[in-house]
């Protein structure tokens, strides 16, 4: 998958890379402390933030925790009550 700058696809894939290797050759060997991809992700991160500003995209709301607050969608009421309807009707039908 690509990322969503143009200009950050290769660090995207050196730090895939990097990451890969740091997976299989440490953390499954017990040595979760490594930093190994460290600066590559910074530069990855930084060129991801950047290709964010220029598309207009509020970092903001990308990085709020939504889930679980008050800021959280729900389905309006009536959706669920007319899909209790429904069941009911399905289940007089049999």
């Known amino acids: 998958m690509e990322s969503i700058g143009k200009e950050c696809n290769e660090l995207k894939r050196q730090y895939d890379q990097c990451f890969n290797v740091w997976f299989a050759e440490k ?47 729900k389905p309006p009421p009536s959706t669920n009550s007319q899909q209790q309807q429904q069941n009911q009707q399905q289940e007089h039908k049999t």
């Open 27 to 73: 953390f499954l060997k017990g040595d979760h402390r490594s930093t190994m991809c460290d600066n590559i992700f910074k530069l990855y991160q930084n060129c991801v933030h950047e290709a964010i500003k220029r598309q207009h995209i509020d970092l903001l709301q990308v990085d709020k925790d939504v889930l679980g607050s008050s800021d959280e969608q």
